[in-house]
């Protein structure tokens, strides 16, 4: 059956074409390209409303048991915002806005990116943080290894960088009202370490 990977994540053994499809779109954005106010910023431009929702959920926790580990979180946002940020030279066209129901997901297999509306140059590491709303730790592991291979983009500054934008994102989906989406952000944030039940 056919959907979207908010109800059906991308299974992990499936999750390498997300990042053959990444490769494919992230070529390099002309001076030209859309600004994304959300997205085609800095991680230090994030840190309040990071720092802020972790709190949040620390305190909060989720549906059906889910906790977050404030000092995990805490941790990966640190190594985040210690990277070196790209160049706007190195920005890429980019979806921008990859959450789980913007990807079709085919009985658990990537099946393509719906929803194209929000598309501008960015860190090529924010598409690739959406993905750990979308499928497991080993799926989001699949998928950056399919994107180093077909990009050469790798590094642990790079991956500091994708972790930090992962956390950031569904620390965002997780406090939505949407019950589907809410599941989808503790899912993502369980695939990044920080959160249990």
């Known amino acids: 059956m056919g959907g979207t990977a908010d109800v059906v994540p991308i299974r992990a053994a499936d999750a390498g074409a997300i990042g053959a499809a990444l490769a494919q779109v992230h070529q390099v954005a002309p001076p030209e390209a859309p600004h994304n106010v959300e997205q085609s910023i800095p991680m230090a431009a994030r840190d309040a409303k990071v ?43 980019s979806h921008a806005d990859l959450h ?63 972790r930090g934008i992962g956390l950031a994102k569904c620390l965002n989906i997780a406090l939505t009202v949407r019950p589907v989406a809410e599941a989808m952000g503790w899912r993502g944030l369980a695939a990044l370490g920080v959160a249990s039940r």
């Open 51 to 93: 720092r802020e929702r972790i709190g949040r959920l620390a305190a909060s926790g989720g549906p059906d048991g889910w906790r977050l580990d404030a000092r995990a979180a805490e941790e990966i946002w640190e190594r985040a915002l210690a990277a070196p940020e790209p160049g706007r030279e190195e920005f890429v066209w």
């Open 100 to 162: 789980g129901s913007n990807v079709l997901s085919v009985d658990g297999a990537f099946g393509g990116i719906l929803d194209w509306g929000s598309m501008a140059a960015c860190d090529p590491a924010v598409d690739l943080g959406f993905v750990y709303s979308l499928t497991s730790r080993e799926g989001v592991e699949a998928a950056l290894a399919a994107y180093a291979e077909a990009t050469g983009r790798t590094g642990e500054d790079f991956e500091a960088r994708v």
